[in-house]
């Protein structure tokens, strides 16, 4: 267990407002990622963060952006919802890049 | 972009059968891992693989990083009904400072008592 939370846990929302998802870690883990979870897709990386202030693109980036200013939180924004981001979303830390620990996640729907 | 072949993809079994997947790919790995998730949690890691050849348990469960060092296999002794769950693997590339899981799409493993 990495100390992982995610808030909200769960979230409704309408097409075209902005929606920000919080992860927080308590291990001091450098790595941090942004993945979406979708039937028949498996777990697709958004972002991920190698540290504070740095931050790269994953496979599926587009209309997403994200944010880390502190080592144990890092932010994921939807600017403009759509109602292809509904998804689970989910979190994840690691100390180095060969492991990762999952969040519980956090389940968007845009309608 | 680089996918892993995860099979089967479902797999229904009898309490106390024992159970195998295998995940591979068309390249090569550095690190292999194998995850759990159970309804509506997130993924839990399992067992890491980390040289070629590599075989680890943790429980029931025994995991092998494959020779070629582009497969990885997953085998669970004796089932029993929490064993219920989606099954992921997932491989390390080392491609200089870009290094990134790739991941397969999962066995979903259903557990009759």
């Known amino acids: 267990d990495a100390g992982i939370t995610q808030s909200p846990r769960h979230k409704v929302t309408e097409t075209g407002t902005p929606v920000t998802l919080r992860c927080h870690q308590t291990e001091n883990h450098r790595y941090m990622y942004w993945y979406r979870q979708d039937p028949g897709h498996g777990l697709r990386l958004i972002h991920y963060s190698y540290g504070v202030k740095d931050t790269d693109k994953g496979e599926v980036s587009d209309g997403y952006s994200v944010s880390r200013s502190k080592t144990e939180d890092f932010l994921l924004t939807l600017e403009s919802a759509t109602s292809s981001q509904t998804s689970v979303y989910f979190c994840?830390?690691?100390?180095?890049?060969?492991?990762?620990?999952f969040g519980p996640g956090t389940r968007l729907t845009v309608l | 972009g680089q996918q892993l072949n995860q099979s089967p993809q479902s797999m229904f079994i009898q309490e106390g059968e024992d159970v195998s997947m295998n995940c591979t790919s068309s390249?090569?790995?550095?690190?292999w891992l194998w995850y759990k998730q159970d309804p509506g949690e997130g993924p839990v890691l399992l067992i890491a693989l980390y040289k070629a050849g590599e075989l680890t348990s943790n429980g029931r469960l025994t995991a092998q990083f494959g020779i070629t060092r582009k497969d990885s296999f997953l085998n669970i002794s004796a089932s029993i009904p929490s064993d219920v769950g989606i099954y992921f693997c997932?491989?390390?590339?080392?491609?200089?400072?870009?290094?990134?899981?790739?991941w397969g799409l999962g066995t979903s493993l259903a557990v009759n008592p």
């Open positions: 997932a491989g390390l590339t080392n491609a200089g400072n870009n290094r990134k899981l790739i």
């Open positions: 390249s090569i790995f550095n690190t």
């Open positions: 994840a830390t690691g100390p180095g890049t060969d492991t990762q620990y």
